[in-house]
């Protein structure tokens, strides 16, 4: 009787203890690992669980809904394909891309949801709701950059240059994600590739727009100074390599305000050839044209190959052709650097993850991400760009009242036509806005580029 008592007793302290271990476990799993297992891309009830939440929003800054889920849980895109490469899509065939694959815990409530929550409504058998993503983008000057662009392949980006928030990112052309499954084959086929994001990934040869960055590097190293005076006679053999003027003007004597307002290759490339390889190299990688930001999206490096490069390619690359490749997200920072006295704001595209209540889960506040130029080198260059747009080849991005810094470049293409750049800031003085511009065989730059960049700064400085 003894022995069955005992062992009765020991029986129940074996259970009592596997079952605390059972129950750590468990709250291990849920609590600690819950997580990572929901985001895990092979965790096939991701996909079944789906139908047990309700997908959060998508916002612009000022409360715009861009995505939603309507009652019969589909997911509604109201701008069509105007947010599409940023935005991208949630498709029970093709999947998930752009914003929507990488918030998608977020989004399902899976990240940042409070665990009592989540226990509370798998109790109660009703679904999750998931939080909303509020962007840096704003809606009213999106319609405009994509207004602007018209028919034309190519993007835009304008961006804040003191807290570094992406206030338009469009690319042409483009998809709407509400018709994705009729749409698919055709898209795929399409040679204009539709789906890429020209914004953030679509590399060209940034021309003259580099232009800046040559000639901050010179200033900053002493190789030139201001008052220093250029011959450009049209056509010149610079270290062996014969290059010719823009538009095939012969400039004369001209200082460097005159050759950056005018665009004198013949200077830049003499300027460039001083710098140096290293150098050079050193101002593209400070003007983070080699990086990708940490971007939620895809986003595409730039590209200089380092060291070893023919003395031509520097020449060639100091007037944005040869080798040097950036895409527009790129080249709008560069424009951001000289707007904010040469510091350069980390991109942001999400300004925070709210809970559907309003309660704030994440916030993604504005950083430096680098200084590559100083604040009064910087300030040269910004007058320089001003005398661009006021007398030179930026003419047609001049705006009454107020005083517009940019630069244009129109970039050779061995695949055809030139592609023709903008970038520029406003108001000079006290900047709230940087903007790139690039139109795929768009030709001359200040024809067709400046105009749309125009357009988006008059509507960033009246929102
Ligand atoms: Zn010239």
Same mark, same amino acid.
């Given at each position: 009787?003894?022995f069955?008592?005992k062992?009765?007793?020991?029986?129940?302290?074996?259970?009592?203890?596997?079952?605390?271990?059972?129950?750590?476990?468990?709250?291990?799993?849920?609590?600690?690992?819950?997580?990572?297992?929901?985001?895990?891309?092979?965790n096939?009830?991701?996909?079944?669980?789906?139908?047990?939440?309700?997908?959060?929003?998508?916002?612009?800054r000022?409360?715009?809904i861009?995505?939603?889920?309507?009652?019969?849980?589909?997911?509604?895109?109201?701008?069509?394909?105007?947010?599409a490469?940023?935005?991208?899509?949630?498709?029970?065939?093709y999947?998930?891309?752009?914003?929507?694959?990488?918030?998608?815990?977020?989004?399902l409530?899976?990240?940042?949801?409070?665990?009592?929550?989540?226990?509370?409504?798998?109790?109660?058998?009703?679904?999750?709701?998931?939080?909303?993503?509020?962007?840096?983008?704003?809606?009213?000057?999106?319609?405009?950059?994509?207004?602007?662009?018209?028919d034309?392949?190519?993007?835009?980006v304008?961006?804040n240059?003191?807290?570094?928030?992406?206030?338009?990112?469009?690319?042409?052309?483009?998809f709407?994600?509400?018709?994705?499954?009729?749409?698919?084959?055709?898209?795929?086929?399409?040679?204009?590739?539709?789906?890429?994001?020209?914004?953030?990934?679509?590399?060209?040869?940034?021309?003259?727009?580099?232009?800046?960055?040559?000639?901050?590097?010179?200033?900053?190293?002493?190789?030139?100074?201001?008052?220093?005076r250029?011959?450009c006679?049209?056509?010149?053999?610079?270290?062996?390599?014969?290059?010719t003027c823009?538009?095939?003007?012969?400039?004369?004597?001209?200082?460097?305000?005159?050759?950056m307002?005018?665009?004198?290759?013949?200077?830049?490339?003499?300027?460039?050839?001083?710098?140096?390889?290293?150098r050079?190299?050193?101002?593209?990688?400070?003007?983070?044209?080699?990086?990708?930001?940490?971007?939620?999206?895809?986003?595409k490096?730039?590209?200089l190959?380092?060291?070893?490069?023919?003395?031509?390619?520097?020449?060639?690359?100091?007037?944005?052709?040869?080798?040097?490749?950036?895409?527009?997200?790129?080249?709008?920072?560069?424009?951001?650097?000289?707007?904010?006295n040469?510091?350069?704001?980390?991109?942001?595209?999400?300004?925070?993850?709210?809970?559907?209540?309003?309660?704030?889960i994440?916030?993604y506040?504005?950083?430096?991400?680098?200084?590559?130029?100083a604040?009064?080198?910087?300030r040269?260059?910004?007058?320089?760009?001003?005398?661009?747009v006021?007398? #030179?080849? /930026?003419?047609? !991005?001049?705006?009454? @009242?107020?005083?517009? &810094? %940019?630069?244009?470049?129109? *970039?050779?293409?061995? #695949?055809? /036509?030139?592609? !023709?750049?903008?970038? @520029?800031?406003a108001? &000079? %003085?006290?900047?709230?806005i *940087?903007?790139?511009?690039?139109?795929?065989?768009?030709?001359?730059g200040?024809?067709?580029?400046?105009?749309?960049?125009?357009?988006?700064i008059?509507?960033?400085?009246?929102?």
């Amino acid at each position: 009787m003894i022995f069955i008592e005992k062992s009765i007793k020991s029986l129940f302290i074996f259970f009592c203890v596997a079952l605390v271990i059972i129950i750590s476990y468990l709250v291990y799993i849920q609590v600690y690992l819950g997580e990572s297992l929901a985001n895990d891309s092979r965790n096939r009830r991701v996909a079944q669980k789906e139908s047990n939440f309700i997908r959060g929003r998508i916002l612009d800054r000022n409360g715009e809904i861009l995505a939603e889920t309507n009652d019969e849980k589909e997911r509604i895109y109201p701008r069509g394909d105007l947010f599409a490469h940023v935005i991208g899509y949630v498709d029970s065939i093709y999947g998930k891309s752009g914003l929507e694959a990488h918030f998608d815990g977020e989004l399902l409530g899976l990240k940042g949801t409070k665990f009592h929550t989540r226990l509370l409504d798998r109790f109660f058998k009703r679904p999750t709701i998931g939080n909303d993503l509020v962007l840096t983008l704003d809606a009213r000057l999106q319609q405009v950059a994509y207004d602007a662009l018209g028919d034309n392949k190519g993007a835009v980006v304008a961006i804040n240059p003191k807290s570094g928030e992406i206030l338009a990112c469009v690319s042409k052309p483009g998809f709407d994600p509400n018709i994705l499954q009729d749409e698919w084959s055709r898209l795929l086929k399409s040679d204009d590739a539709p789906f890429l994001n020209r914004a953030t990934q679509g590399l060209y040869p940034p021309g003259s727009s580099i232009k800046p960055v040559v000639a901050a590097a010179a200033l900053e190293n002493k190789v030139i100074t201001d008052s220093d005076r250029f011959l450009c006679d049209g056509r010149e053999i610079i270290n062996g390599y014969e290059i010719t003027c823009v538009e095939k003007e012969k400039h004369g004597e001209i200082n460097l305000i005159q050759a950056m307002a005018l665009s004198c290759n013949i200077t830049f490339a003499s300027i460039g050839a001083s710098i140096g390889e290293t150098r050079f190299y050193e101002y593209i990688k400070g003007f983070m044209l080699l990086d990708t930001f940490e971007l939620p999206i895809p986003v595409k490096a730039g590209r200089l190959p380092p060291g070893g490069a023919e003395r031509a390619d520097l020449i060639e690359n100091s007037i944005g052709q040869g080798k040097v490749l950036a895409t527009p997200l790129h080249m709008a920072l560069i424009a951001s650097t000289f707007a904010n006295n040469g510091v350069m704001m980390k991109p942001r595209l999400v300004s925070s993850v709210r809970s559907r209540e309003g309660r704030r889960i994440t916030s993604y506040p504005s950083e430096v991400l680098n200084a590559p130029v100083a604040p009064d080198v910087a300030r040269k260059i910004s007058e320089m760009m001003i005398e661009v747009v006021r007398y #030179g080849t /930026g003419k047609r !991005a001049q705006i009454d @009242g107020i005083i517009v &810094a %940019g630069k244009t470049g129109t *970039a050779e293409n061995p #695949g055809g /036509g030139d592609h !023709a750049w903008f970038i @520029g800031f406003a108001p &000079a %003085g006290n900047p709230e806005i *940087a903007v790139a511009v690039v139109v795929e065989n768009g030709g001359y730059g200040g024809v067709l580029a400046a105009p749309i960049g125009r357009k988006v700064i008059i509507k960033a400085l009246s929102l």
